[in-house]
T-cell receptor
């Protein structure tokens, strides 16, 4: 099965600074890499995703980069704001057989943005 | 965008009783839904994949007789925790694959989650 490693587990940054979270995966057949933001007690919300045929994607202050060769992808948040404080999960989509795909999640990164 | 509705949001039950959690896809058909369990400060762990009209596929270590999944229609999947015990207390959350659009092929939407407390 897929093995997803996410680092760091906690991250504190000053407001306005950048934050970077990195994930590595094991199966080269994985083809879709979403990032989710989860606030306490709430559902994960998709913030950005990237497919395996793209190296980088940006949406305002958020960007994701993918290195297929090294099997890692990263989330970049620039000009961080206190409302960016949450737990962020990376995920990897992999074919699991019998016509089914599933997401495997990283362990999460708790981001704290200090005003 | 796609919306997945999950109920109840919170439930407290006595040990030994059963609890049913519903997950509905609104305005789209979901042939496949996923059920996750999340312990405090931990990641989402996939419990099972629910397939409309067929048996669910359970992940290793998940008791299928304890966590009954029924996906009787293209918009509804249910998870029933049978004979619940305090160790079953957790945050249960469902997810459905978004319908593909011209701009997006992949995507998954989560329900709002159910906080189960077994006393």
């Amino acid at each position: 099965g897929e093995n997803v490693e996410q680092h760091p587990s906690t991250l504190s940054v000053q407001e306005g600074d950048s934050a970077v979270i990195k994930c590595t995966y094991s199966d080269s057949a994985s083809n879709y890499f979403p990032w989710y933001k989860q606030e306490l007690g709430k559902r994960p919300q998709l913030i950005i995703d990237i497919r395996s045929n793209v190296g980088e994607k940006k949406d305002q202050r958020i960007a994701v980069t993918l290195n297929k060769t090294a099997k890692h992808f990263s989330l970049h948040i620039t000009e961080t704001q206190p409302e960016d404080s949450a737990v962020y999960f990376c995920a990897v989509r992999l074919y699991s057989g019998a016509g089914s795909y599933q997401l495997t999640f990283g362990k999460g990164t708790k981001l704290s943005v200090i005003p | 965008g796609a919306v997945v509705s999950q109920h109840p949001s919170r439930v407290i039950c006595k040990s030994g009783t059963s609890v049913k959690i519903e997950c509905r896809s609104l305005d789209f058909q979901a042939t496949t839904m996923f059920w996750y369990r999340q312990f405090p400060k931990q990641s989402l762990m996939l419990m099972a994949t629910s397939n409309e009209g067929s048996k669910a596929t359970y992940e290793q270590g998940v008791e299928k007789d304890k966590f009954l999944i029924n996906h009787a229609s293209l918009t509804l999947s249910t998870l029933t925790v049978t004979s619940a015990h305090p160790e079953d207390s957790s945050f249960y959350i469902c997810s459905a694959r978004d319908p593909p659009t011209d701009r997006k092929v992949y995507g998954y939407t989560f329900g709002s989650g159910t906080r189960l407390t077994v006393v």
